[in-house]
């Protein structure tokens, strides 16, 4: 039996789906995290830009007061740094990638001793105060270096020369820089500091004050970038609402699982109580499963009940119709030997032979019974194989068992030659009790004719001339027990035993019309051949 199973998924599909997104949500939360650290360095980065620039101009404008004539004050900037600068418009992008960029070791500290440039000192002294100022709301380490890299402006380190730290020496070519750097503090790092990259870190940006095409000297600004961690306390709410974002995920994975493999498995279980129930129908419902191995469990499951049930059903009405056949011999005996047992003494020599020959034809059916009933069980069970046997050498065996008989006679009308997909004895017992079926209902001649198909079934008519089957027998021809020649002594087994053969062997049997003008039975066997041995 196959159920109307549709499967959409496979199960190995759904815990690998599951599996995946188990694996990706805290990597999506890792993911969010990097690039939410990312995004403060970068928006660090930005606003020192924005300060760096506002300082830049207000240094060349205390520069150009004083030597605004001297064509030769600074640095020529390199070609390649000066060929990118726009003549109104030089937007500076922030370059830093925290999940990309090196970080640094500490900044070295600068060398005592250097010479400042002349007009440097004197601008430096009046953005001084400007810069202390500042730095009190925008908590950045500001300096403002001349083209020789000496600190001219700043609340520490005038004076002395920054030109060999690594984004200055750049700045002063002509190019900005930007670094990150490790940040010693004398604090200990806050909780759950080892997730976060850009703890303990500083963003260093070093901006060229430029003129035409000569560098003036550098901005050269530095700032700690918000702790992500204390950054997202901040921003709790939208922490929470991406934690809640998570856990209904996680509650949707749940639901989905639950769905597609608990809830079918649950459904089963109360088919198969039903069942057991006695609803032998419960089984036969649609599971909706959903999920391919549990919908081929179920549909396995399915078939092995309703195979147990319909055994059950068939041994049930085996019983019922071999104590049915049983009763009417044991009867008989029963009773004649209960007369010759009251009767010995005084009856006739006549009555006690036709006594006896009564038990010995009731003992010899009891007998046939047995041996029908052995063979139908035999067939019911019968261990398949692969051996194959050649049609014409079984039909000519058949053919001599009946030799003997003058008043029975088998015609065969073969197409070709054929190779049947069966044990010679299965096949044999198949045409044997044909035969036997055909002389029990009065024939004397059966016809067998083959035709080969396409597909490499194997047609096989056995027709007879005997008196037929009605229409109203014709559907029970197939049941146990069912025969209209018990007085002739037929079971009704041997036809039960060829369908069992047959069906053992993926063949088939049915009733068929016969021949214009005949009045015996037709059967149509339908065999399969092995192609490869033609």
């Known amino acids: 039996m196959t159920l109307p199973f549709h499967a959409r998924i496979r ?36 606003e020192l830009i924005s300060q760096a620039a506002v300082l830049s101009a207000a240094y060349k404008e205390q520069i150009l007061k004083r030597a605004f004539a001297s064509e030769t ?50 601008a430096g002294k009046i953005l001084t105060p400007i810069i202390i100022e500042a730095q009190k709301t925008t908590l950045s380490g500001i300096k403002i270096l001349d083209y020789r890299g000496v600190v001219v402006a700043g609340k520490n380190e005038v004076g002395l020369d920054l030109s060999e730290v690594y984004e200055v020496r750049r700045a002063l070519a002509g190019y900005y820089t930007s670094v990150i750097r490790e940040r010693v503090s004398d604090e200990p790092p806050p909780a ?25 000297g550098v901005v050269y600004i530095s700032r700690t970038p918000q702790n992500i961690l204390k950054h997202m306390y901040a921003e709790k709410g939208k922490v929470f609402f ?54 081929l469990l179920a549909e396995s499951f399915s078939r ?79 261990a398949v194989s692969d051996t194959t046997c050649e049609l014409s050498s079984v039909l000519g065996r058949v053919q001599q068992k009946y030799a003997h008989d003058r008043t029975f006679e088998i015609l065969l009308e073969l197409e070709r030659e054929a190779v049947v997909k069966m044990p010679a004895e299965n096949l044999e017992t198949v045409l044997i009790n044909l035969c036997d079926n055909a002389v029990q209902n009065g024939a004397d001649m059966v016809v067998i004719e083959t035709a080969m198909r396409d597909d490499g079934s194997l047609f096989l008519w056995v027709e007879d001339n005997g008196a037929g089957i009605s229409g109203a027998n014709a559907a029970k021809i197939f049941t146990p027990f069912f ?32 021949s214009p003008g005949s009045q015996g039975a037709c059967f149509e066997l339908v065999l399969k051949t092995a192609k490869d041995h033609e």
């Open 304 to 382: 092995m009940a309703l195979s147990l049930n319909n055994r059950s059903e068939y041994i049930r009405n085996f019983a019922m119709h071999v104590s049915h056949e049983f009763k009417t011999p044991i009867t008989a005996i029963q009773g004649s030997a209960e007369l010759l047992l009251d009767h010995l003494d005084d009856m006739g020599e006549d009555k006690r032979r036709q006594f006896l020959s009564n038990i010995i034809a009731d003992s010899n059916r009891l007998k046939k019974l047995v041996r029908s009933l052995f063979e139908l069980a035999r067939a019911d069970n019968l």
């Open 11 to 46: 199960l190995r599909t759904i815990l690998l789906i599951v599996n995946i997104l188990v694996f990706l949500l805290p990597l999506g939360g890792v993911m969010f995290f990097r690039v939410y650290e990312n995004a403060l360095v970068q928006q660090t980065e930005n």
């Open 242 to 295: 991406v934690a809640f974002i998570l856990v209904c995920v996680a509650l949707l994975i749940a639901l989905m699982t639950s769905y597609l493999i608990s809830r079918p498995i649950r459904s089963l279980i109360e088919m198969t109580e039903r069942f057991s129930g006695g609803d032998a129908e419960a089984l036969r419902l649609p599971l909706g499963a959903g999920v391919h191995e549990i919908e």
């Open 73 to 122: 004050y600074g640095l020529p900037a390199d070609k390649a740094s000066y060929e990118e600068v726009d003549e109104y418009y030089t937007p500076v992008i922030p370059q830093l990638e925290l999940s990309r960029t090196n970080i640094l070791p500490p900044r070295v500290d600068g060398k005592e001793g250097a010479m400042t440039v002349p007009f440097a000192q004197e």
């Open 483 to 514: 025969t209209t020649r018990r007085e002739e002594g037929g079971t009704g087994i041997g036809l039960g035993i060829v369908r069992s053969i047959l069906k053992a062997y993926d063949c088939s049997i049915r009733l068929v019309s016969a």
């Open 192 to 216: 759950l500091a080892s997730i976060s990259r850009g703890t303990g870190i500083r963003v260093f940006i070093a901006l060229p004050i430029r003129h035409d095409d000569r560098v003036w």
